[in-house]
């Protein structure tokens, strides 16, 4: 079930560069929860592979990271995400891509850890929690909102909400890895 936000009639592509299993999934958590940053180098490669379908003509990219939480942040000691973002910029830009990254997205308020919530309390602990930041001037890139894993949807489906409700629907989402589906 494709969450509200991302339905017609403007649906926002998700690419992933892999399936949430296996050997991808272990690099992701050894990234995540191991703190083994030079694997940032690995995987912007499956972020960069993740973006380029979205790339329209020579219009220029913005990378949108979902912010990480303060306590994230805290644990881990920085925002991986961005971080990645950042890594799979540069990537980008070295094959021709105008791309930079903007933190267009911020929290209201504290969430709680998604790790345990299935998809209903995952929608409903994100629910309003994601505001657009304020930009200066108009800018002619397209947004291409960035995450490490697809799980349910709910984050991006917060993220696109957010940032609709800003006149700055994002033109994508890529991920590293989408968790498959249970039936």
């Known amino acids: 079930v494709v969450p509200r936000p991302l ?3 403007h649906e926002v592509q998700v690419m992933a560069a892999g399936v949430n299993a296996g050997v991808l999934r272990r690099t992701i958590l050894a990234w995540k929860e191991e703190g083994v940053s ?3 180098d690995v995987l912007r490669h499956h972020l960069a592979a993740a973006v380029v379908p979205h790339v329209r003509g020579t219009r220029p990219l913005a990378l949108g990271p979902v912010p990480t939480s303060r306590r994230s942040r805290r644990e881990r000691g920085s925002d991986l995400v961005d971080e990645l973002a950042r890594a799979t910029a540069v990537l980008l830009r070295g094959v021709g891509v105008d ?26 602990n994100l629910e309003g929690a994601l505001v657009a930041r304020s930009r200066s001037g108009s800018s002619p890139r397209q947004i291409v909102v960035v995450d490490d894993i697809w799980t349910t949807g709910a984050t991006a489906s917060e993220a696109v909400r957010a940032l609709s409700a800003a006149g700055r629907r994002p033109a994508g989402i890529s991920v590293i890895a989408a968790t498959p589906r249970r039936s």
Request: charged fraction near 30%; hydrophobic fraction near 30%; charge should be positive.
């Open 7 to 9: 339905r017609r009639p």
């Open 38 to 40: 030079r694997l940032t």
């Open 99 to 124: 791309t930079v990254v903007v933190q267009a997205l911020g929290y209201t308020r504290t969430t709680e850890d998604q790790a345990g919530l299935g998809a209903e309390g995952r929608r409903a």
